[in-house]
């Protein structure tokens, strides 16, 4: 059983473009979520999806910043106009409801120059 | 409101000697808890988890925790450190009642040293 892939595992962004980060959750999880992370610093939640709805976007900045789960294919993380303070590695988790745990992806380390 | 704490940025301990790395919680309802460790460059690596039953967990590489309802307390332990168990550790909260969102703590680095 395959984990949580993501890619690419390393993207490099000049300032003004779009990042598009990938998400495929565990073979018959149904919960995505995005977190993000700077150097030596704690997990800052993003958004919180089910296939085809966003369930919480609390964490996500209003602009510039979009996330899906669609019905087929993997969850998509969308950054336009990306800034320097976009740098940062962004990781992906899913959940089965009834497990419980989450797993987490090996992350997408984001560098805007 | 949820959250999650953990009041130690930092802990430090010796190859061989016990560890305790603190989680305290505020959840409505029964709360589903977890351990995970981070290692430089990685992803998180699920350790345990508490959902119902004996408050004490085992989990992955020897670790344990405790769970305590009175004192809303999760904390990780270890009988005997090791050099590599130096990591991040993060507590974890599942809140069934607000749409399975999952809360985390800030983070505890674990430094053990020879």
């Known amino acids: 059983n395959a984990g949580v892939m993501q890619n690419p595992r390393h993207l490099v962004r000049r300032r003004g473009q779009e990042a598009r980060l990938r998400c495929s959750p565990m073979?018959?999880?149904?919960?995505v979520y995005w977190y993000r992370q700077l150097p030596e610093e704690g997990l800052k939640f993003m958004v919180y999806?089910?296939?085809?709805?966003?369930?919480?976007e609390s964490g996500m900045p209003k602009e510039r910043f979009s996330a899906e789960f669609p019905k087929e294919g993997p969850s998509i993380l969308r950054i336009q106009q990306v800034v320097r303070g976009d740098s940062a590695a962004y990781f992906c988790?899913?959940?089965?409801?009834?497990?419980?745990?989450?797993?987490f992806g090996p992350g997408t380390r984001l560098t805007v120059t | 409101a949820q959250s999650v704490a953990q009041p130690e940025d930092q802990v430090n301990v010796a190859e061989g000697n016990p560890l305790t790395v603190k989680c305290t919680y505020s959840?409505?309802?029964?709360?589903?808890l977890f351990w995970y460790v981070q290692y430089p460059n990685r992803g998180l690596q699920f350790l345990l988890k508490?959902?119902?039953?004996?408050?004490l967990v085992k989990g992955s590489y020897g670790f344990e925790a405790e769970f305590n309802k009175s004192q809303t307390s999760f904390h990780l332990k270890k009988p005997s450190a090791l050099v590599s168990d130096s990591a991040l550790y993060f507590c974890?909260?599942?809140?069934?009642?607000?749409?399975?969102?999952?809360?985390f703590g800030s983070g505890t680095k674990l430094n053990v040293k020879p």
């Open positions: 988790a899913s959940s089965d409801i009834l497990q419980g745990e989450q797993y």
């Open positions: 073979k018959g999880h149904s919960h």
């Open positions: 999806l089910q296939k085809e709805n966003i369930i919480d």
């Open positions: 959840v409505s309802g029964n709360p589903y």
């Open positions: 508490y959902i119902t039953g004996d408050n």
């Open positions: 974890a909260v599942r809140d069934l009642r607000n749409f399975n969102k999952f809360y």
